[in-house]
């Protein structure tokens, strides 16, 4: 499973995009990359996945070099509500028994 | 997106009793199930892996004596904590994968979290 590698905090005003970069330097070929945000006392929450190029939804984007051994998640016009704990995930999706393994994840904290 | 349902979402039992868990995928057949603890101000750990019909993969240094688990269906999986303590108080999540071929199986879904506390 490869590591990744998040800046552990970061802070943001509202109306700001943020961008949160995560370091998987070890990815391997079948791997998708999967970010989920967690606000306290809840279960993880499923924002965006990609393999490569960009990908964009209705709440981020998603931005994967060439060689994808980092991704970048933007956000764009945080708000207050967007203060959470984000999480990259690095893995074969497509493998039985794929497992979801946590990082230490960004906490990123919106102001006023 | 699909639900995945975690009851209770809090319990709070005394030291020496068992606690069950249970992890529900509502609108979905899941085929393997996550169960992961988390502390305060820390990241999930993994615990273990459950296949519905097999018995559970744990992670290293998980007691599957202590940490039970049962993936009696497609739609259900329920984790014991036996003979409880204080320190296994914690926040307990369960996530659930979907049957490969669905457009969901791309993603995990997590339930919404069981807060344990062990008094």
């Known amino acids: 499973l490869a590591k990744t590698t998040q800046p552990i905090s970061m802070d943001s005003y509202e109306g700001q995009e943020v961008n949160i970069t995560c370091s998987h330097n070890?990815?391997?070929?079948?791997?998708?990359i999967t970010w989920y945000q967690q606000f306290p006392s809840q279960g993880p929450r499923f924002i965006i996945q990609g393999y490569k190029t960009k990908v964009t939804n209705e709440v981020a984007s998603l931005f994967i070099p060439a060689d994808r051994k980092s991704s970048t998640l933007s956000l764009p016009r945080v708000s207050l509500s967007d203060t959470a704990v984000y999480y990259c995930?690095?893995?074969?999706?497509?493998?039985?028994?794929?497992?979801?393994?946590f990082g230490a994840g960004t906490r990123l904290f919106v102001k006023a | 997106g699909a639900v995945v349902s975690q009851h209770p979402s809090r319990v709070i039992c005394k030291s020496g009793t068992s606690v069950k868990i249970e992890c529900r995928s509502l609108?979905?057949?899941?085929?393997?199930m996550f169960w992961y603890r988390q502390f305060p101000k820390q990241s999930l750990m993994l615990m273990a892996t459950?296949?519905?019909?097999?018995?559970?993969?744990?992670e290293q240094g998980v007691e599957k004596d202590k940490f039970l688990i049962n993936h009696a269906s497609l739609t259900l999986s329920t984790l014991t904590v036996t003979s409880a303590h204080p320190e296994d108080s914690s926040f307990y999540i369960c996530?659930?994968?979907?049957?490969?071929?669905?457009?969901?199986?791309?993603?995990?879904?997590f339930g919404q979290g069981t807060r344990l506390t062990v008094v």
């Open positions: 609108d979905f057949q899941a085929t393997t």
């Open positions: 070890n990815i391997a070929t079948n791997d998708y």
């Open positions: 995930l690095v893995g074969d999706i497509n493998t039985g028994g794929f497992k979801t393994i």
């Open positions: 459950s296949n519905e019909g097999s018995k559970a993969t744990y």
């Open positions: 996530s659930a994968r979907a049957r490969t071929g669905l457009r969901s199986d791309t993603e995990a879904f």
